[in-house]
């Protein structure tokens, strides 16, 4: 009897995906929201680092805490939910405080999903015997160049990028 594991393949790749494509959006879109709240770099720099905090807080929490109880598909549910507004939500915050403090939820919601996904990609290849950790990572990096891509094409059509994440977050779920 052969394993079948297609809708765990196709989840955990649609996921990294998913993700990355939001990202991939938000990082055309950085500079027009840097202008608007006149942050500096280094601001941006903080408001990055307080990402990466909550990422790495919510790998690890996510992992010991979280997946053990409510299972690795509510957990990548709950990290999807977490993630999909969080771009507009930045993109319309009115100053450099807001700004910075969404940026611990969106990183909480990213870091839930990305080591489920890697882990569940793992588990699979185990169980198969086939090589798929480097076709999740080529869905990472085909999620943001697709992003970005795509919001070249937003941006001509619609002109408040709030629009764009709202339709984006909405797709997500």
Sequence with gaps: MELDFKKEILTCFGGAFLIMFMIGIYFVYLPWNMERLNISETQLGVSICA?????????????????????????????????????????????????TLFFIPIGIGAGLIFPVLNSQIAIVEQKTKK??????????????????????????LIPDPRITFLIVGTLFL
């Excluded at 957990?75 to 771009?87: D, H, K, Q, R, W």
Aim: one cysteine or more; proline letters at 5%.
């Design 51 to 99: 990402f990466g905090f909550a990422n790495l807080f919510a790998n690890q929490f996510g992992a010991r805490i979280i997946v053990p109880k409510i299972g690795t598909k509510n957990t990548i549910v709950l990290g999807t939910i977490i993630f999909s507004y969080l771009p507009m939500i930045i993109a319309s915050v009115p100053n450099y405080f807001y700004f």
């Design 131 to 156: 090589i798929l950790i480097p076709f999740t990572q080529a869905c990472f990096s085909a999620g943001s160049l697709c992003g970005a891509l795509s919001a070249a094409f937003f941006i001509k």
